[in-house]
């Protein structure tokens, strides 16, 4: 199974940008890049995905290096609520579906 | 829409009870999972499973048994409770992944289990 590696911290200031990085060194072609955040006391939440190109949706932007060997998550204006840990992960289509978490990155922003 | 649901929410054991968690979810969804997530750590796969009849290993089984004999339900079974399996345990749910959706997983709330 393809691995991700994340910081295990960062911290931003409220309405700064937050650019939370991810690194999957061996990342196949089928794979897809998934975020997920965990707001405290409760259970993780999607927020984006994306194969090869940049996507953006209403919570977030991910960009994928030009290799797909990082990824970065992209929060435009970082605000109180965005504090939690943020996860990495890979998911590849049909595929075995052992989904793999890891410690993700803890952010905390700053008022 | 109920989604994932996790029962019960809060349970105490002592060393070497059983005892089993709960999750059903009302969506259909072929992919459905245990995490436990212990102080100030990230989530670790306990079991999983990709349909009805069909469950494999994650990366902690040891001590925990699953089985998935409908879609909507995956109980969670604790044989002989230890200290160690003290934790938060989330049930999460999906479609199977394929690129025409978003894979998205959906997690219940949590059961927060206490060993003593």
């Known amino acids: 199974d393809a691995k991700t590696t994340q910081p295990n911290s960062m911290e931003s200031n409220e309405e700064e940008p937050v650019h939370l990085p991810c690194n999957h060194s061996?990342?196949?072609?089928?794979?897809?890049i998934h975020w997920y955040r965990q707001l405290p006391s409760q259970g993780p939440e999607y927020v984006i995905h994306g194969l090869t190109s940049n996507v953006n949706n209403r919570m977030a932007s991910l960009a994928i290096a030009e290799d797909r060997k990082s990824s970065t998550l992209i929060l435009h204006r970082a605000t109180l609520r965005d504090a939690a840990v943020y996860y990495c992960i890979l998911r590849y289509e049909g595929g075995s579906e052992k989904l793999v978490f890891g410690k993700g990155t803890k952010l905390t922003v700053n008022p | 829409n109920a989604g994932v649901t996790q029962t019960p929410k809060f349970q105490v054991l002592k060393t070497g009870q059983s005892m089993t968690l709960q999750c059903a979810q009302d969506m259909n969804h072929e992919y459905m999972s245990w995490y436990r997530q212990d102080p100030g750590m990230g989530l670790r796969l306990i079991h999983y499973s990709v349909g009805a009849g069909i469950t494999d290993q994650g990366e902690v089984p040891n001590g925990y048994n699953v089985s998935r004999s409908t879609t909507e339900d995956f109980p969670l079974r604790l044989l002989s409770a230890a200290p160690s399996q003290t934790s938060v345990y989330f049930c999460?749910?999906?479609?199977?992944?394929?690129?025409?959706?978003?894979?998205?997983?959906?997690f219940g709330e949590g059961s927060r289990l206490t060993v003593l």
């Open positions: 999460a749910s999906s479609y199977r992944y394929r690129s025409t959706n978003t894979g998205e997983l959906f």
């Open positions: 061996t990342i196949s072609g089928t794979d897809y």
